[in-house]
């Protein structure tokens, strides 16, 4: 019993981490963020710029496209470095 709880858990836990990086892969990083309510964005943003006061807020014009500050491909790598270590720390969690 123990080891098919455990084997369903994996499977579970695989094919979550799959449908979430088929998700990040398949639409764009800032799509992503502004669309999913899940992430908590003033978390990831104070890990992209952490020593940026207004992180969220600063995320928050990026995403929305307000201002003069523009979503970059620097913006989504640090995005995406961001939320794969997210991940890693789900993925410690669960074994």
Not at 23 to 28: A, G, P, Q, R, V
């Given at each position: 019993m123990y080891n098919l709880c455990f084997t369903f858990q994996n499977i579970l836990y695989i094919f979550c981490?799959?449908?979430?990086f088929t998700?990040?892969?398949?639409?764009?990083v800032k799509e992503f963020l502004k669309t999913n309510p899940?992430?908590?964005l003033a978390s990831i943003a104070s890990k992209?710029?952490?020593?940026?006061?207004?992180?969220k807020t600063y995320l928050s014009r990026k995403l929305?496209?307000?201002g003069d500050r523009?979503?970059?491909d620097?913006?989504?790598?640090?995005?995406k470095?961001?939320?794969?270590?997210?991940?890693?720390e789900i993925q410690r969690l669960l074994e």
């Open positions: 981490c799959t449908l979430f998700y990040i892969c398949c639409m764009d899940d992430i908590n992209m710029w952490p020593t940026n006061k207004s992180a929305s496209g307000e523009p979503w970059t620097k913006d989504a790598a640090r995005a470095e961001v939320l794969k270590q997210l991940s890693d």
